[in-house]
């Protein structure tokens, strides 16, 4: 009798066994799958890399030293107040700036004459993208290449065009 009672018994517990795997492939696995693809989404929203870290040969633009320019922005028209910083006191930058500019690019001929004329609307992009930051950010190597790196995609797309290939950008501050 005792061993009908433990057939009967491991019986049960194999049926609950089952019962309970059954729930998690068919409830936690596909809310599991469902919580990753959400992660995976907001990453590439933030752009943050799941891959590696080197840039796509797309992103990657090449041009020869030789088709190169250089358009200096005059420096009287760069000084700008930066945000307010942890000392509590108003700190301004006298910026110096240059756009290399691509000569060999199909766009060249029809825009190169544009970048005087629209050098107002840099000078405005170059101000703004600075004086996001306070004194303290401003002396961080990571804070520099990222406002090198907005200033060049906002005067591209000012340009819609990407015969401007750098942005180069110095800062004094006081």
Do not use: W
């Not at 766009?107 to 000078?123: F, G, H, Q, R, W």
């Amino acid at each position: 009798m005792k061993k009908n009672m433990l057939t009967v018994l491991v019986l049960i517990l194999c049926i609950v066994n089952l019962t309970l795997s059954a729930y998690i492939v068919f409830t936690v696995v596909p809310n599991a799958q469902r919580t990753d693809n959400l992660i995976t989404k907001i990453m590439q929203i933030i752009d943050l890399e799941l891959e590696s870290p080197t840039p796509s040969e797309e992103d990657t633009q090449t041009y020869d030293i030789e088709n190169i320019e250089k358009y200096v922005i005059d420096e009287s028209k760069l000084t700008t107040n930066l945000a307010i910083g942890p000392d509590g006191k108003q700190h301004y930058a006298k910026i110096t700036a240059s756009l290399t500019i691509n000569n060999a690019d199909a766009d060249y001929a029809k825009l190169n004459p544009k970048v005087e004329t629209m050098e107002s609307d840099i000078v405005s992009i170059i101000k703004t993208n600075v004086s996001k930051y306070n004194n303290e950010e401003l002396t961080k190597p990571e804070t520099k290449q990222a406002i090198k790196a907005q200033i060049l995609t906002d005067v591209q797309e000012l340009f819609k065009s990407k015969f401007i290939v750098d942005v180069i950008v110095d800062y004094l501050i006081q």
